[in-house]
């Protein structure tokens, strides 16, 4: 079972590293940890960075390492008890995370392994379906925007509400996450506020923390979220298992509009996840289309489908209209 506590910040206004949310954490490791991997990438001082974590956690009762302080990144996550990702520059930390071999890793060990993870602002981005709703700036080049995926929708930490009396004329948050969801792929986006956690035990998901937290679906009006409010319908996506059985270099992935998820629970929208690559006769064939299908999520389910998509030659310019055709499998999945 995935146990996750994602964390909007580790600072909050008036008091110091981690301190407003230390009760979360301790009830969330509880005893069955004893020692922390923490993995300081996101800032560049990793050793004064992990000194900050290692005091926090000892005076919660645990002990604490930093990934850096290892030999081998993956060794070190293959014998974590616990993982915290902690703030800083969420593009510095993807690369780091992708250059150490170790995404795939901790999704892994914590939706297979059932390793508890710990999530604070860049931690947290990170967590999720993708890094398109951060709010650094990128000061360097992932391979991929594409994040760890322990939750398939993406959040927005340190959400920020519009300010009416404000005479800056800049984006807001908002509009940004808005501009975002123009892109019909976009997953929802949860703003969580400063002082706001997500806690995700298996298939369900509650909001924690001293503030609440605003939900962003494409093409509804945003919906405000209390602490102790229930957010499991935003994880029901993952009940699903897909395989792709042939063009093994694409992947597809479902999305569920979670604000109809009563009222339709078996309406899924079929979409891809990364463009898959073709590379007979020199093409480079992105997906460009979604489709719908409507099964039952408690049973398996195995179809031939197609999406329509344009083809680009290879050293031409020239776009060809194509369908690819794939095999897609649905497997119910226990997290």
């Known amino acids: 079972m995935r146990r996750l506590l994602l964390i909007s910040n580790s600072t909050l206004h008036g008091s110091g590293y981690l301190d407003h949310c230390k009760e979360q954490i301790k009830s969330f490791l509880s005893s069955s940890v004893q020692k922390v991997l923490f993995v300081p990438y996101a800032l560049h001082d990793r050793d004064a960075y992990t000194k900050l974590a290692r005091t926090a956690f000892n005076e919660m009762g645990y002990d604490l390492d930093g990934i850096h302080e290892h030999k081998s990144a993956v060794e070190a996550v293959n014998a974590a008890q616990a993982i915290f990702i902690g703030g800083g520059n969420t593009f510095r930390l993807l690369k780091t995370l992708y250059d150490e071999k170790i995404v795939d890793l901790i999704r892994e060990r914590v939706t297979n392994e059932n390793v508890p993870y710990i999530g604070s602002s860049a931690g947290t981005n990170v967590a999720t379906h993708s890094i398109n709703t951060t709010n650094d700036m990128p000061i360097v080049h992932p391979p991929t925007f594409d994040a760890i995926g322990l939750v398939p929708f993406n959040i927005n930490p340190h959400y920020l509400d519009p300010d009416p009396n404000s005479k800056h004329m800049g984006e807001t948050r908002e509009a940004r996450i808005k501009q975002y969801h123009e892109y019909e792929t976009s997953p929802p986006v949860l703003g969580l506020r400063e002082g706001c956690?997500?806690?995700?035990?298996?298939?369900?998901?509650?909001?924690?923390?001293?503030?609440?937290?605003?939900?962003?679906?494409?093409?509804?009006?945003?919906?405000?979220?209390?602490?102790?409010?229930?957010?499991?319908?935003?994880?029901?996506?993952?009940?699903?298992?897909?395989?792709?059985?042939?063009?093994?270099?694409?992947?597809?992935?479902?999305?569920?509009?979670?604000?109809?998820?009563?009222?339709?629970?078996?309406?899924?929208?079929?979409?891809?996840?990364?463009?898959?690559?073709?590379?007979?006769?020199?093409?480079k064939t992105p997906v460009t289309s979604c489709m719908s299908l409507t099964f039952n999520p408690a049973g398996p389910f195995e179809e031939d489908v197609s999406f329509p998509a344009w083809s680009q030659t290879q050293g031409t310019g020239a776009n060809t209209r194509q369908r690819n055709a794939y095999h897609i499998k649905w497997e119910c999945r226990d997290n």
Not at 260 to 265: C, F
Request: glycine share 6%; proline share 7%; with cysteine.
């Open 197 to 283: 956690i997500l806690l995700v035990e298996g298939d369900k998901a509650t909001l924690k923390g001293k503030t609440g937290a605003r939900l962003f679906v494409r093409g509804k009006e945003p919906v405000e979220y209390q602490p102790d409010d229930d957010l499991s319908a935003l994880l029901i996506i993952s009940l699903i298992n897909l395989d792709l059985e042939h063009k093994a270099s694409g992947i597809v992935c479902q999305r569920i509009d979670p604000t109809t998820v009563r009222d339709r629970p078996d309406k899924f929208i079929v979409m891809p996840q990364k463009s898959p690559m073709m590379t007979e006769n020199g093409f």
